[in-house]
């Protein structure tokens, strides 16, 4: 005998839980399944804007995630050879500072509030198969893999819809023939991060980022203590690190000065932990009777921190749009589509701004001149905060005058590379120019 609910979905973290917590919170049976037992960490930085903050607000999930005792990032610092700006957050939802959890607890405190709402989180089981009926998901097959030892028993959950919240290597995804993606970008920074003690109290309230040449480092403190030391050289120094990872790990701080020097006194506490490869994209995200949330459906470039805030958001956006719904397949299809459009609509222009801040070739020099333009009157950091917070669209900073005299401060200053910074300039440049194409065809879904 299957067992029936209302909505099933694969993966209980970021997506999984916002979208739960949701739909139970509106009376929904909702059964969420994740092999992981939680709390379990997971290859990701976790740094949040402020307007990341107020999605976990949103959700209900605020006030168990302020009690792990992360400090208030209030202020946020952008530094380089040269330049140093600081400022303040323009408020979201009344919430004026970012926070930097790791994600075992982060994660924990997202399934606890799904757990009171009325969800069922079934740790240690993993979705297997989608069944199929009349040509629409109309459940899922699980192993139940949480006995040691386990037998591998498999068992059904039949479903009105599919959630798969799985993440970017999505078994959803490729099972709902939704894997190959819309849209893709490879991706021009690897990520090595470690955390450090910190006896720095007057950096305790800030997140801090250091682009010198082409290499980005950021130091943001987080929960117990510590900093999350986020080290983000250019994709094809990822040779660099292999075998070699704590030497070319130190070594690099050290080509950010401005980063070794916020370090200066702390040791790091952590092994470090590496992703070369995490390439960006849009899936096709809905289909009759399923629907991809998080990573499974949609993945940006971590340079500018948005997964984690666009997992909660549209997950929990998604268990709004379904929730009245439910038990009519032709209007579910219909609002988990417009869902879809909704989240393309609100991510494409910030996807394409993040793949522009993600290339560490020769436009690294032009970012940096463009940071340091953008950042330096009196307001200039909270304008370009608005941007991380997804307050402000990220075109402004992206306007052609802008970065055509980033792009000449950067020649001028740029001796011996200019070859390799005016090719990626004009590069970056053709790339806006396809972006609205790019964007229509996305909203549109016509080739
Ligand atoms: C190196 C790196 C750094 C990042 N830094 C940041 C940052 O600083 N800030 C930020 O906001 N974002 C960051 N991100 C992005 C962020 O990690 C993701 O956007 C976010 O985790 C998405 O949440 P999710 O719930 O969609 O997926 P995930 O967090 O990946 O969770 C997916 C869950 O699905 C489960 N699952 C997998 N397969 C199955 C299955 N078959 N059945 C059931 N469950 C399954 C997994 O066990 C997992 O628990 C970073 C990403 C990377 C790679």
């Keep these: 005998m299957a067992e029936q609910a209302d909505v099933v979905i694969a993966g209980a973290r970021c997506a999984g839980a916002a979208t739960a917590a949701t739909l139970a919170r509106a009376g929904r049976r909702v059964i969420a399944v994740d092999p992981v037992r939680f709390p379990a960490t997971t290859v990701s930085t976790h740094l949040l804007f402020a307007g990341g903050v107020a999605e976990l607000a949103r959700v209900?999930?605020?006030?168990r995630v302020a009690k792990i005792g992360a400090p208030r990032l209030s202020r946020a610092f952008i530094?380089?050879?040269?330049?140093?700006?600081d400022g303040a957050y323009n408020p979201v939802d009344g919430i004026d500072y970012g926070l930097c959890v790791r994600r075992a607890p982060l994660d924990q405190a997202l399934v606890e509030t799904a757990c009171e709402a009325g969800a069922e989180i079934r740790q240690g089981h993993r979705v297997t198969a989608l069944i199929w009926e009349n040509g629409r998901a109309a459940g899922v097959r699980v192993r139940d893999q949480s006995a040691p030892g386990h037998d591998g028993r498999e068992y059904e959950i039949r479903a009105s819809l599919v959630v798969g919240a799985d993440g970017r290597r999505s078994t959803v995804a490729r099972l709902a023939g939704a894997e190959h993606p819309r849209i893709a970008h490879a991706n021009g920074r690897a990520c090595y991060y470690a955390y450090y003690d910190d006896p720095h109290p007057e950096w305790r309230s800030t997140a801090a980022?250091?682009?010198?040449?082409r290499e980005l480092g950021n130091a943001f403190p987080c929960d117990d203590g510590l900093t999350l030391v986020l080290l983000m050289p250019p994709v094809e120094r990822a040779a660099d690190f292999r075998g070699n990872l704590e030497p070319e790990f130190d070594r690099t701080?050290?080509?950010v000065p401005g980063l070794a020097e916020r370090l200066g006194g702390c040791a790091r506490q952590t092994r470090i932990v590496s992703s070369a490869e995490h390439p960006s994209y849009f899936r096709r995200s809905a289909g009759p009777g399923w629907a991809l949330a998080g990573d499974a459906g949609h993945f940006k470039d971590p340079v500018t921190?948005?997964?984690?805030?666009?997992?909660v958001r549209f997950g929990r956006l998604l268990g709004e749009s379904v929730a009245g719904v439910l038990d009519d397949p032709v209007a579910l299809d219909r609002a988990t589509?417009?869902?879809?459009?909704?989240?393309?609509?609100?991510?494409?222009?910030?996807?394409?701004w993040t793949n522009l801040l993600g290339r560490g070739d020769g436009l690294a020099h032009v970012q940096f001149e463009l940071l340091r333009a953008l950042t330096e009157g009196p307001d200039g950091v909270r304008r370009v905060l608005?941007?991380?917070s997804r307050i402000r669209d990220p075109r402004e900073t992206l306007a052609l005058p802008g970065l055509l005299k980033a792009t000449a401060r950067a020649l001028r200053g740029g001796s011996g590379r200019r070859a390799a910074i005016a090719r990626a300039s004009g590069e970056a440049l053709a790339e806006l120019a396809g972006h609205r194409a790019e964007a229509r065809r996305l909203l549109t879904g016509r080739p």
């Design 79 to 85: 530094g380089g050879p040269g330049h140093a700006a």
């Design 337 to 352: 589509l417009a869902w879809e459009r909704t989240r393309d609509a609100q991510c494409v222009h910030t996807y394409h």
């Design 60 to 63: 209900g999930a605020l006030e």
């Design 386 to 388: 608005d941007v991380y």
């Design 253 to 255: 701080v050290g080509l």
């Design 305 to 311: 921190a948005q997964g984690i805030r666009d997992a």
């Design 209 to 213: 980022m250091w682009l010198t040449g």
